[in-house]
């Protein structure tokens, strides 16, 4: 049951390619909200330019559901947007997401990342300057 965790503040959204390491495809902060045993993930606007938004059903500590990206303007794929599904596991804590998100990529190709969103404060002031 999502009643237990406390999805309030400030959350950083990042996933890699499957696999890889290193710099991550896309970073972003988000807020995450709960409805019931829905849980709906949207980036905070930025100077960036992108968005990402994602709606999960949570039964226990499984989220599963979809999500629409959009790069940043300023980006290689400029505006191009960008849709899949995902299944993440709520950390036993409530602190973190984590878990994997397939989708296509732009050479048309369905790639698989890794997810995770993990708690980084309560409030727009926590997040890094930019």
Do not use: C
Not at 4 to 26: I, L, M, N
Not at 87 to 106: F, M, N, P, T, V
């Amino acid at each position: 049951m999502t009643d237990e965790y406390d999805f309030s503040g400030v959350w950083r959204s990042t996933y890699h390619k499957a696999g890889k390491e290193g710099q991550p495809e896309t970073d972003q902060y988000v807020t995450l909200q709960r409805i019931g045993n829905q849980l709906v993930l949207e980036s905070i606007p930025g100077a960036s330019g992108s968005y990402l938004i994602a709606r999960f059903t949570v039964d226990g500590r499984i989220a599963t559901g979809s999500y629409q990206s959009q790069n940043s303007p300023h980006s290689e794929a400029k505006d191009a947007i960008y849709y899949g599904a995902a299944q993440l596991i709520i950390d036993e804590d409530g602190k973190a997401l984590r878990g994997k998100g397939i989708g296509y990529a732009k050479d048309m190709t369905v790639k698989v990342t890794e997810w995770e969103v993990v708690r980084v404060g309560q409030k727009p002031k926590d997040l890094p300057q930019e």
